[in-house]
T-cell receptor
Framework: GENVEQHPSTLSVQEGDSAVIKCTYS??????FPWYKQELGKRPQLIID?????GEKKDQRIAVTLNKTAKHFSLHITETQPEDSAVYFC????????????FGPGTSLSVIP | DSGVTQTPKHLITATGQRVTLRCSPR?????VYWYQQSLDQGLQFLIQ???????AKGNILERFSAQQFPDLHSELNLSSLELGDSALYFC???????????????FGPGTRLTVL
């Protein structure tokens, strides 16, 4: 089945700097790659997603890039703000159950004011 | 508010007991997923139902079971509870992407289970 790795596990940046989180996946048939943000004590919420027919997608300060050949995808957050502090999970769809995703272990991002 | 509801919010029980967690998906979503999140851990996939039928199974213990009813609400049953079962249990629902395949999952607020 699908295996998703995520790095780094913790990330600390100064307010205004950029943050990058990287994920790799194992199933070459995966075609959907969402990113979820989970603030402390709250539910995970989708912040951006990308499908395999697209190499990059942007939404204001957030962007995701996908390299299908290398089987990795990344989340980029620019001009970070304290409210970006949260745990971020990447995920990848699994071929054997095409509407299920496997989550990475998460990255705890701290933005220092 | 995601539109997914879970009850109860908190549950405190003793080892060896049995509990039932309930989830109502967003209106129109046929897929329901259950996840376990232990302290400082990621989202461990337990099981998925689609329109009343089991669709996929993850690392779900034999002591755990789930079902999805005709009105699409789902229940997760945890029995012979152990201390290690203490965790936050999330339910999520999802539409199926129009071309088939995975789509956004909408998470409920979670049920925090404490086993003493």
């Amino acid at each position: 089945g699908e295996n998703v790795e995520q790095h780094p596990s913790t990330l600390s940046v100064q307010e205004g700097d950029s943050a990058v989180i990287k994920c790799t996946y194992s199933d070459s048939a995966s075609n959907y790659f969402p990113w979820y943000k989970q603030e402390l004590g709250k539910r995970p919420q989708l912040i951006i997603d990308i499908r395999s027919n697209v190499g990059e997608k942007k939404d204001q300060r957030i962007a995701v890039t996908l390299n299908k050949t290398a089987k990795h995808f990344s989340l980029h957050i620019t001009e970070t703000q304290p409210e970006d502090s949260a745990v971020y999970f990447c995920a990848a769809s699994e071929e054997t159950s095409y509407d299920k995703v496997i989550f990475g272990p998460g990255t705890s991002l701290s933005v220092i004011p | 508010d995601s539109g997914v509801t879970q009850t109860p919010k908190h549950l405190i029980t003793a080892t060896g007991q049995r509990v039932t967690l309930r989830c109502s998906p967003r209106s129109g979503d046929l897929s329901v997923y259950w996840y376990q999140q232990s302290l400082d851990q990621g989202l461990q996939f337990l099981i998925q139902y689609y329109n009343g039928e089991e669709r996929a199974k993850g690392n779900i213990l034999e002591r755990f079971s789930a079902q999805q009813f005709p009105d699409l609400h789902s229940e997760l049953n945890l029995s012979s509870l152990e201390l290690g079962d203490s965790a936050l249990y999330f339910c999520a629902s999802s539409p199926i992407w129009t071309s088939g395949g995975a789509d956004e999952q909408f998470f409920g607020p979670g049920t925090r289970l404490t086993v003493l």
